[in-house]
């Protein structure tokens, strides 16, 4: 079921407030699909149609993907899954390294999974501008 991402409604946002893990699909260079699991916050208010974050290590595949996808960014998605409740957010990934943007990430990380991870001053932030969300909440 196709939902705005701006206004996604109470339920659907309140599963993305929950504790869950999740997955993360970037493309490779050959084009096929890499599928990690990974934290994921999700900002319905951020940027122009909403804003998925993913905090990370700058030297993770991961983060070789999107940024081997170019200045325009990597095409991805993020997924959750509970039972018979799923959800996913589409869209294009940049990486973000500004002190402030991985603090925040880091903070809204804390927020949804009730930890603050461990400082890594080689912490980046796959920041996903969203074009697409959908699900069953």
């Known amino acids: 079921m196709a939902i705005?991402?701006?206004?996604?409604?109470a339920s659907y946002l309140g599963f993305w407030r929950e504790y869950h893990m999740c997955t993360l699909t970037?493309?490779?260079p050959d084009?096929?699909?890499?599928?990690v699991a990974v934290g994921v916050t999700y900002d319905p208010e951020g940027g122009e149609k909403g804003i998925a974050r993913v905090i990370t290590n700058k030297h993770s595949r991961k983060v070789a993907h999107v940024l081997a996808a170019g200045p325009?960014?990597?095409k991805v998605?993020?997924?959750q899954v509970d039972k018979g409740r799923w959800a996913t957010l589409e869209g294009i990934a940049t990486?973000?390294?500004?002190?402030?943007?991985v603090a925040d990430a880091v903070a809204r990380y804390a927020d949804r999974y009730g930890r603050t991870p461990a400082p890594n001053p080689d912490r980046?932030?796959?920041?996903?501008?969203?074009?697409r969300a959908m699900g069953r909440a």
């Open 4 to 9: 705005d991402p701006r206004n996604p409604g």
């Open 26 to 28: 970037t493309p490779r």
């Open 31 to 35: 084009g096929t699909p890499h599928v």
């Open 72 to 74: 325009g960014g990597a």
């Open 77 to 79: 998605a993020v997924c």
């Open 95 to 101: 990486i973000r390294t500004e002190p402030d943007v």
């Open 124 to 131: 980046v932030v796959i920041e996903i501008a969203l074009t």
